[in-house]
């Protein structure tokens, strides 16, 4: 049911509230002013029709409300936001496990320019975090180890991105926690985009190019990272 049908049919009920109402009134009083003649069982009739009619009414109203009108706002809000998220979905980079990783580039909090395209036949590490993460809080500092014994290969490149941050606020908390990592801001999650229900707390994401070195750099990456 849409607007404009419930607010039609909300006024069409009353009208019938208001000419009830009159009947009551009406019925009422010439039930008795001849209450000693004949005609009086005619205004009774007509004074209770008019009063069940009133609750009648409104229990219609109620239930066309609460059945018809609320329900179909539900599902058009859902339809929406469905509609809404698919198109976002469309306009960004959706990545699954195993998908090749595709391209992106970013300014770090540093000023330097990073382009997942210019490491090819590398081993690239991309983590995910927000100041407000908890188990960010946890992670980062494992990746602070990896960036410190793997900062001088020339073959592993690192870079860390703050979803729905700033770049003033990604600076603030590297410094804040003592991290030397490369770090970059990514204000509207428009790098490898996730829905919210199913974000990552972390992403490991290497290039599609062979290269020789790769399995023992990221063994060494999850050996860093183990407890």
């Known amino acids: ?15 019938c509230a ?4 009159v009947v009551v009134i009406f019925s009422f009083v010439a039930m008795l002013v001849r209450w000693k003649t ?3 069982g005619r205004h009774v009739i007509r004074l209770i029709i008019g009063v069940t009619a009133i609750p009648c009414l409104i229990g219609i109203q109620y239930a066309i ?5 609320l329900p179909s706002i539900g599902d058009q809000q859902k339809a ?3 509609a809404e998220r698919a198109n976002t979905l469309a ?18 909090a540093d000023g330097a320019y990073f382009a997942l395209s210019d490491t090819s036949g590398d081993v690239v590490l ?3 975090f927000a100041t407000w993460c908890g188990p960010c809080q946890v992670e980062l500092p494992h990746v602070e180890q990896i960036w410190a014994a793997r900062k001088d290969d020339e073959n592993f490149k690192l ?11 990604v600076q603030e908390y590297r410094k804040s926690k003592g991290f030397s990592f490369p770090i970059a801001a990514d204000p509207d999650r428009a790098v490898y985009f996730h829905p919210r229900s199913q974000a990552p707390l972390g992403n490991a994401l290497g290039t599609s190019t062979p290269h020789s070195d790769r399995t023992a750099t990221v063994a060494t990456v999850l050996n860093i990272m183990s407890p």
């Open 18 to 21: 208001v000419i009830a109402v």
């Open 65 to 69: 409300l609460f059945l018809g009108y």
């Open 159 to 169: 870079l860390v991105i703050g979803r729905e941050e700033t770049t003033e606020s």
């Open 91 to 108: 306009a960004t980079s959706v990545v699954g496990v195993g998908d090749p990783a595709p391209p992106f580039s970013l300014t770090t």
């Open 38 to 40: 004949p005609n009086r």
């Open 1 to 15: 049911m849409n607007e404009s049908t419930y607010n039609a049919i909300s006024i069409a009920l009353a009208i």
């Open 126 to 128: 991309i983590n995910f």
């Open 80 to 82: 929406d936001f469905n």
